[in-house]
């Protein structure tokens, strides 16, 4: 989400009078990338740029693909593939064996249902989106690149003319494993076409219940990547860069008003037994996926007492939270207790990957 809005910020406060810009997506990947499907880059005529499609070996050739998709003012997708032969040999270096296309469209800044936009469309809902995206059409028959933008319900309705059944059930696989797919129909019009169906999560919300030192380590983190942050506490221990850093500030008695979702984490960090106590009830009631409390399981035994409940039986409340990485600084702390969460939000398991079996990325 972070990459998004660094995109849709250049988008906005870009010189429509003197700039065209064009955006490249990766749509499609086999074997080994840096960068996954929905991996996105904005290109400006004046030669810069902001996102990435991968880990830097593809954003200069990318950067001319661009600016010929803005001078043609035509979207084209581009095959980047190392499988079979070396880097040199297609003049850029992937690093890995693996083909990567990139679907490269002009920006029409008329267009309110340009890919941009509805990026925009996607970030003010705050809620999960699915894009759909022409990405294969027999040359000339159809817009290559055209999209469109489903929320709420993520009923398609109706797109390119593919029978509305048949979409929607591509739709409700990609919805529910939060993964793109890339589905082929034999248009009675138009012939063979593929659209990406791709999955877009909100940001992820971070509560932070704590007004201490260490609680701005956790936002300091939480903050660079991308997620948006609410700190619960009293404003008067509050210091000036904790109330700066933090997207919303509540007091304790005003917790109730927070809205959650499935995309939010709660933290527990007061340091105080009390402020717990009253406050783990409520937060319960809410049943965030993640609910995180600092301290050692003597603390959490001692917790589960004084409130009557089984505390370390509910699958989203975690602690002692965080990773075993042997953290010890707040700094520490809190890259441990970020990558449980983000682990828990993804569905991995949060071990090393050299002892994964099987590819680094869930296949798409």
Not at 127 to 153: F, Y
Not at 216 to 229: N, P, Q, S, T, Y
Not at 264 to 287: A, C
Not at 308 to 317: H, V
Request: proline share 4%.
């Amino acid at each position: 989400m972070k990459e998004i809005r660094n995109i849709i910020a250049k988008y906005q406060r870009s010189n429509r009078n003197e700039e065209r810009l064009a955006l490249a997506t990766v749509v499609k990947i086999e074997q080994s990338s840096y960068r996954r499907i929905g991996a996105r880059m904005l290109v400006s005529s004046n030669g810069t740029w902001i996102g990435g499609i991968s880990g830097g070996c593809l954003e200069g050739d990318a950067l001319k693909r661009s600016q010929k998709a803005i001078f043609n003012a035509k979207a084209s997708i581009v095959v980047y593939d190392t499988l079979d032969d070396e880097d040199r040999n297609i003049g850029v270096g992937l690093g890995c064996n693996g083909r990567i296309e990139v679907l490269f469209v002009p920006i029409d800044f008329t267009d309110s249902n340009n890919p941009v936009e509805l990026l925009i469309n996607h970030v003010n809902q705050q809620k999960p989106s699915i894009i759909l995206n022409l990405i294969d059409c027999p040359k000339d028959t159809l817009k290559l690149g055209h999209s469109k933008l489903l929320a709420e319900a993520m009923d398609a309705d109706s797109y390119l003319g593919i029978p509305n059944e048949f979409l929607k059930k591509k739709i409700e696989e990609v919805r529910i494993k939060r993964r793109p797919q890339i589905i082929g129909y034999e248009h009675p019009a138009y012939g063979k076409i593929q659209v990406l169906v791709e999955y877009l999560r909100p940001e992820y919300k971070l509560v932070i219940i704590g007004d201490n030192y260490d609680v701005l380590a956790m936002i300091g983190l939480a903050k660079e990547m991308g997620w948006e942050i609410m700190v619960v506490g009293r404003t008067s221990k509050m210091s000036k860069q904790l109330v700066k850093e933090a997207h919303a500030i509540y007091e304790y008695e005003a917790f109730h008003e927070i809205k959650t979702d499935e995309f939010t984490s709660i933290l527990l960090m007061t340091h105080d037994f009390e402020w717990d106590r009253k406050l783990i009830p409520s937060i319960i009631e809410k049943n965030p996926p993640y609910i995180g409390m600092l301290g050692p399981k003597k603390r959490l035994e001692k917790m589960s007492e004084a409130l009557g409940l089984a505390l370390d039986k509910l699958p989203n409340f975690y602690s002692p939270m965080g990773l075993d990485i042997g953290a010890e600084t707040p700094e520490e702390i809190a890259l441990s207790v970020l990558a449980e969460i983000l682990s828990l939000f993804r569905s991995r398991d949060g071990s090393s990957l050299k002892f994964r079996q099987g590819t680094i990325h869930d296949e798409s």
